[in-house]
């Protein structure tokens, strides 16, 4: 099987995080409902009470809502809070997304805060399907306030490494 051959059987075959999304995106507050779930998985993400809008392989997107407990002193979204966004955008993505002989783990994260987060933020993590390979793994991540505006941009540096034998 060639290597296209198995991108196209993973991408019509999703695993199980996917299928869960897409199961729970036919309900009504389905992505609402898949999104308390992942914070349940990692509860800390919770306290940005987070929305997963969009997943599909090798991207994600989760929105922060703008609301007074992500509030810093100036009212505006704490760059922490869109750190947590940015971070569970990647991680859902990773989950979604890696090769199932492979593992994840976070090693770093580089951010630059490039304006203020007056609005709801929109956090995005995306990689391209090469990048799944062992060693260390730079994961793209934006957020973006209502109007589009790049709010914090950088990487998440994962370790890749082959799951262990069974």
């Known amino acids: 099987m060639s290597q296209t051959d198995s991108s196209s059987t993973a ?59 992500v509030h ?21 993505m990773a989950e979604a997304s890696i090769p199932k002989h492979l593992r994840w783990i976070p090693k770093g994260m580089s951010l630059d805060y490039t304006a203020k987060a007056g609005s709801d933020i929109l956090c995005i993590a995306e990689v391209t399907p090469e990048q799944w390979t062992p060693g260390d793994m730079l994961v793209p991540v934006t957020a973006y306030d209502a109007q589009g505006v790049v709010v914090v941009k950088g990487h998440i540096k994962l370790w890749i490494s082959e799951k262990p034998q069974k």
């Open 72 to 92: 810093n002193h100036i009212k505006t979204v704490h760059v922490i809070a869109i750190c947590n966004g940015l971070e569970m955008a990647m991680g859902v």
């Open 11 to 69: 991408e019509q075959k999703p695993n199980k995080v996917l299928a869960l999304y897409h199961k729970t995106r036919r309900y009504p507050f389905g992505q609402k409902l898949f999104s308390i779930m992942v914070s349940r998985m990692a509860p800390y993400f919770g306290t940005i009470k987070p929305l997963i809008t969009e997943l599909r392989l090798n991207h994600c997107a989760c929105l922060i809502k703008k609301r007074h407990a």
